[in-house]
């Protein structure tokens, strides 16, 4: 079983830039899919980005390519969201999650494992 703790939130002006991190314990995060999920006041969970298990791949929701960078770092057992050029539409609270299946997926239903969440606000 592993364990997840989020950080890196904060408050940021639009067009800024913020680094979340995942920190993953007890086992290493290469057993998982990991994905990044967010939720904004009076909205679902929804899909942010995922990476596989070997890092080979990765998956975005559109609103967020070529802005957002999934990644993961093996000897600090991290998982990172690098999110640029931030929009006032990213305000949210973000989670990290893990899941036990073998390929990305955006349902936030078929992932396992889930951290506190932490937030992150855009101001216009």
């Known amino acids: 079983q592993v364990q997840l703790v989020e950080s890196g939130g904060g408050l940021v002006q639009a067009g800024g830039s913020l680094r979340l991190s995942c920190a993953a314990s007890g086992r290493s995060f290469r057993n998982y899919v990991m994905g990044w999920f967010r939720q904004a006041p009076g909205k679902e969970r929804e899909f942010v980005a995922a990476i596989n298990r070997s890092g080979s791949d990765t998956n975005y929701r559109d609103s967020v390519k070529g802005r957002f960078t999934i990644s993961g770092d093996n000897a600090k057992n991290t998982v990172y969201l690098q999110m640029n050029n931030l929009k006032p539409e990213d305000t949210a609270v973000y989670y990290c999650?893990?899941?036990?299946?073998?390929?990305?997926?955006?349902?936030?239903?078929?992932?396992?494992?889930w951290g506190q969440g932490t937030q992150v606000t855009v101001s216009s």
């Open positions: 999650a893990a899941s036990t299946r073998r390929t990305i997926m955006a349902a936030p239903a078929l992932y396992d494992y």
